[in-house]
């Protein structure tokens, strides 16, 4: 019995413990690049480009895309819950469906965005963004069921 105690004990202390750190992608080019269906959470890509990459069908919540390039990226379908967006570039990003609630997006540029089906709930947009997302918003979020529109602030 005490050679069986002795043995586990050695045994837990041969193996390394098995921790999750968050992803660090920060300051690297990855144009084009696949990440359909990945957890995400708490991943950093601060600086990085993703230009023309799939995060579609992601969790992102409580990533950091800070001044990220993410021009003709597709995000649909993804969680960007409590995402930092501040400075990034989404121009032509694919937003359709992606619940973005209680993100952070100061200047960050968003030009010909998909976006049907968002939900923008608690994000700070520029005047001039909601007038141009007001023009084309449409549909409910499929996870939180919130209208795009009300979301955003339309009137």
Known sequence: M?????FSLLFCLAI???????????????????????????ATFYLTDLQDADLSNCDLQGASLYGAKLKDTNLSNS?????TLDSANLDGADLRNTNLEDSFAYSTQFHNVKIEGSDFSNVYLTNDIIREFCKTAKGVNPFTNRDTRETIGCE
């Open 16 to 42: 390394p413990r098995i921790t999750f750190a968050a992803l660090d992608y920060g300051k690297q080019s990855l144009l084009g690049v696949n990440f359909s269906g990945s957890d995400l959470q708490g």
């Open 2 to 6: 005490k050679s069986l105690i002795l």
């Open 79 to 83: 969680n960007l819950r409590e995402v």
